[in-house]
C-alpha cells in the first residue's frame, strides 16, 4: 500500500480540466467508490480476557482490507507498556506479544474481523492456592462495587477482570489502528507530563518531536525531560518505602490530521467526546482535558480561542494552509479536528493497591479489616501514557475511516486524495 507521506493528494491532474469538468470526475470517481457498499462498517474493538487467564484477547471489527500489519511496532508497543519505574514483579513474569488469530493473511488485513491474542504466563485462575478469594475490597478499587453487582463477597470475580492488565489488549487495538493512520502521515506522541510535584513544561510541535522521543526513550518514567524525571523517580522511590502508591498526568499529542475528521451533528459523533470516553474508560483514569482543558475557565474568549490565518506554503500539508498562533482547542473544534495537533491529557489516580493496607471490612463479618494485599505497581503512570496515546489513536482511526470509508485500503486512499483535492481547491465552483 502506498505510504501516506507521500502526499498523494499533492498531485493534481494534469492539463487542469474545467471546474464543472473536475467535479463530474470527482462525482463520478467518489459514485464508484461507494456503489461497492452501501453501509460504512464502523471500526470497533472489544476485549476480552482475566489478569490471570490464559491469555487477552482483542476482536476489531472494520478493518479495511489491504492494511500492513507492522507487527513489530505493535509488540514494541506492548512492552513499552510493560515498563516505565514503579512497576510490580508481574512485568518481570510477562513478555507481552500479539498472535494473530483471524483477518490477516501474510501480514496484511482481509477485511475480515481481526482477532489478536496476548497470552498470560502467569496463569492461574482457577488455581484456589495460587490465586484465593479476596475478601477485604480496597478503596479505590472495582472490589466493592463489584462484589455487590454480582452477588458475591468474593472480590477476585471482579477484580482479575477489572485489572489493567487488560490495557495490555486495547494498546495492541490502538497500535493496529496505529498502522492505519501512518499510511495517512499520523503520528502519535504520549509521554508522562507529571508524578505528584514532579513536572516538566515541554511543549511538543512538529519541529521538536523527533528530539522528544528521544528524550522520552532516555526516561525511565517516559518523560522527555531529564530533570523532571529524577524528581519523578525519587516521589515513586519514596512511595515504595512509604509502602504507598503514586498518580500522575499524561498527554497524548496526535500530528497530521486533516480538517474535517469527526462531526459537529451528534453527541456520538463528536470525536472529543469519543476521545474523553475512551480516555475515562483506562483504568485509574479520572479526568481527561483537551487542549486547554479546565484552565480555559480562567480566561477570557479572546485569551481562548485560537486565532485562524491562512499560510500558502502550508496548502499541500494536512492542515491545508489553515494555521494558528496558539492551540488552546486541542486541535478540535465542534468536535472535528481543524488540523491543528490533537493535544489530550489525563489525570491516573495513585494505584489502589497499597502494601500498607488501606481501612476497609472483611465482606464476610463485615467487621473492621485493613484491605487485602494484590502484588501490585507503586506506580504505573509511564505505562498508562502509552495506553492512552494507543486508546486515543483508535478513536482517530474510527472517525477518520467514517469520513474515508470503503471495504478496501485503496478505497480509503481514493477517498482520501478525492477529499484532499477537493479541500485544497476550495471554493468549489
Ligand atoms: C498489570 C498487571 C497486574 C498488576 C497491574 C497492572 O498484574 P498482577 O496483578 O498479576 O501483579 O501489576 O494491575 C493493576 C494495577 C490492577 O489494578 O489490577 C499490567 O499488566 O499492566
Known amino acids: 500500500m502506498r505510504r501516506a507521506n507521500q502526499k498523494t493528494h499533492t498531485q493534481r491532474p494534469s492539463p487542469r480540466p474545467s471546474p464543472q469538468g473536475r467535479e ?90 481481526i482477532v489478536m491474542q496476548i497470552p498470560n504466563k502467569d496463569s492461574r485462575l482457577d488455581d484456589l492456592e495460587k490465586t484465593p478469594p479476596v475478601h477485604r475490597p480496597r478503596p479505590g478499587h472495582a472490589d466493592l462495587a463489584g462484589s455487590i453487582k454480582w452477588l458475591t463477597t468474593d472480590c477476585r470475580e471482579t477484580l482479575e477482570r477489572a485489572s489493567a492488565r487488560e490495557t495490555a489488549a486495547r494498546t495492541a487495538a490502538g497500535a493496529l489502528a496505529r498502522c492505519l493512520l501512518r499510511d495517512f502521515g499520523i503520528e502519535a506522541f504520549g509521554f508522562v507530563r507529571s508524578i505528584l510535584d514532579a513536572t516538566t513544561d515541554v511543549q511538543p510541535d512538529e519541529s521538536n518531536l523527533e528530539q522528544l522521543i528521544e528524550a522520552r526513550e532516555a526516561s525511565e518514567v517516559y518523560c522527555p525531560d531529564a530533570d523532571a524525571s529524577e524528581t519523578m523517580i525519587a516521589h515513586i522511590r519514596q512511595a515504595k518505602v512509604d509502602k504507598d502508591t503514586v ?130 505497581d507503586i506506580c504505573a503512570v509511564s505505562a498508562a501514557s502509552v495506553v492512552m496515546e494507543n486508546v486515543v489513536a483508535f478513536e482517530i482511526a474510527r472517525a477518520f475511516l467514517e469520513k474515508f470509508c470503503g471495504d478496501s485500503m485503496h478505497q480509503v486512499q481514493a477517498n482520501y486524495d478525492a477529499f484532499m483535492e477537493m479541500a485544497s481547491q476550495l471554493p468549489l465552483e
Open 24 to 113: 463530474r470526475e470527482w462525482a463520478s470517481a467518489l459514485a464508484q467508490q461507494r456503489s461497492r457498499y452501501h453501509v460504512c462498517m464502523t471500526l470497533t474493538y472489544h476485549t476480552a480476557g482475566e489478569s490471570h487467564g490464559p491469555a487477552l484477547t482483542t476482536l476489531i471489527n472494520g478493518m479495511p482490507a489491504g492494511l500492513e500489519i507492522d507487527i513489530d511496532f505493535i509488540n514494541a508497543e506492548l512492552t513499552r507498556r510493560q515498563g516505565g519505574y514503579g512497576r510490580g514483579g508481574r512485568q518481570r513474569i510477562e513478555s507481552d506479544a500479539v498472535t494473530f488469530l483471524a483477518g490477516v493473511r501474510r501480514g496484511h488485513t482481509t477485511g475480515a474481523p
Open 247 to 376: 498518580g500522575g498526568i499524561v498527554e497524548a499529542h496526535i500530528f497530521g490530521c486533516v480538517p474535517g475528521i469527526g462531526s459537529c451533528v451528534n453527541w456520538h459523533e463528536k470525536l472529543d467526546a469519543r476521545i474523553a470516553g475512551a480516555v475515562m474508560g483506562i483504568q485509574a483514569f479520572k479526568a481527561v482535558e483537551i487542549g486547554l482543558g479546565r484552565a480555559c475557565a480562567f480566561r477570557p474568549g479572546s485569551q481562548v480561542h485560537d486565532p485562524i490565518a491562512f499560510d500558502e506554503h502550508q496548502r499541500d500539508a494536512a492542515n491545508l494552509g489553515f494555521v494558528r498562533s496558539s492551540n488552546n482547542a486541542g486541535g478540535l473544534e465542534g468536535g472535528m479536528t481543524n488540523g491543528m495537533p490533537i493535544v489530550v491529557s489525563g489525570t491516573m489516580k495513585p494505584i489502589s493497591t497499597l502494601l500498607r493496607g488501606l481501612p476497609s471490612i472483611d465482606l464476610n463479618t463485615k467487621e473492621a479489616q485493613h484491605s487485602d494485599y494484590e502484588r501490585s
